[in-house]
């Protein structure tokens, strides 16, 4: 009812409306409601690269044992997550309310989006209420959707960057806990297993949210150009001026934390190699010695995520996101002009 028939019933009306203003804002929405539905069912088909997800998320919670890492974990990263989750949760209920309150809050009585129905929603008030209560519900459950597409990538390269930190803590302190060098040994052996579990994560990342943020990223430049359009030449009331401002805040919160942390755990892996060689590792044995050079080789291969296998998922795409959407913009001016 909401994943396929709500888009549906957005994108028959593309281009058919008496306004440019109801054009601009049925495409935006179209353009959304659709990514929106394809990361969902691109996320459900993949659901099962979670539980494996899982299984190595808990093999890295079972080596945080330090007081450092303890505090560093369950300090740091539950700030980081709630300011994110929050974020995420304001944003996207300013979204909702805005649309209702430019559809209810009016002289003429109209719809949230402009969409097919197959009845004439104007010619009773229980079909106007029918109309409207499907697309606010609808909008609510997308919404919905769109939240859990886009605060699991974030959280979860929130994760990986911080288990990589933990690591660089762990191998920098290797020798300092015990002066058994075998003992020191087996520690680092540990160490080189949860290295190897952060590519297995990293791996299972990519396979998971690649194809998705390629959709969103894809469409991003689109619909901020076209909010911006609306924003600046099409709408005179106040209401729908608040609503396209929020919804440019969405947009650009989709894809500015991901790329963020994608970034982040990249440069985190650039540091692991200067965490083992700031431990004692030239008190240690030659067996020792021998597995920290093959774990600062293993540090220093570059890790990124490809967004559809095509795109490099850091600040830099986020860059070229917005470049695009100027772009784009600048071709509006001068088609409009």
């Given at each position: ?26 495409l935006a ?13 691109s ?31 369950h ?22 309310l ?21 009845f ?14 499907y ?8 919404i ?5 597409n886009?605060?699991?990538p ?21 020798c ?5 060098l ?31 943020m390629?959709?969103?990223?894809t469409?991003?430049?689109?619909n ?63 067996k ?9 080789e293993r ?24 470049k ?14």
């Open positions: 009812m909401v994943t396929i028939l709500y888009p549906l019933h957005l994108s028959v009306l593309i281009f058919r409306n008496d306004k440019v203003a109801d054009d601009i804002k049925n929405i179209s353009v959304t409601t659709i990514a929106c539905s394809i990361k969902f069912m996320f459900a088909v993949n659901l099962k690269k979670m539980l494996e997800i899982e299984k190595i998320l808990d093999k890295l919670d079972a080596r945080i044992t330090s007081t450092e890492e303890h505090y560093f974990y300090n740091k990263l539950n700030k980081k997550l709630k300011i994110i989750i929050k974020t995420f949760a304001l944003v996207y209920a300013a979204v909702a805005t649309a209702e309150m430019t559809a209810v809050i009016g002289q003429e009585r109209i719809l949230l989006y402009p969409g097919w129905f197959p004439d929603w104007k010619t009773s008030n229980v079909k106007y209420l029918l109309a409207h209560s697309q606010f519900v609808g909008i609510c459950i997308a919905a959707q769109n939240y859990a886009e605060t699991i974030v959280i979860l390269l929130c994760l990986l960057t911080v288990h990589i930190k933990l690591l660089a803590i762990r191998i920098s302190k290797c300092d806990s015990s002066d058994n075998r003992e020191n040994e087996r520690e680092f052996l540990c160490c080189i297993q949860d290295q190897i579990n952060l590519y297995k994560l990293c791996d299972l990342l990519e396979e998971l949210i690649a194809f998705p390629f959709v969103q990223i469409v991003s430049a689109v901020i150009c076209v909010a911006m359009a609306a924003l600046l030449f099409y709408l005179n009331d106040y209401f729908n001026r608040v609503y396209y401002f929020v919804y440019i805040c969405a947009m650009i919160l989709q894809i500015f934390p991901t790329c963020y942390f994608s970034t982040d755990f990249q440069l985190m892996f650039d540091k692991l190699p200067y965490a083992a060689f700031s431990s004692k590792w030239f008190d240690q044995t030659e020792y010695k021998k597995h920290m050079i093959l774990f600062t540090a220093l291969m570059k890790r990124p995520i490809l967004a559809g296998r095509i795109l490099q998922l850091d600040l830099n795409t986020y860059i070229a996101a917005c695009a959407t100027y772009s784009l913009f600048a071709v509006f001016l001068k088609l409009k002009g």
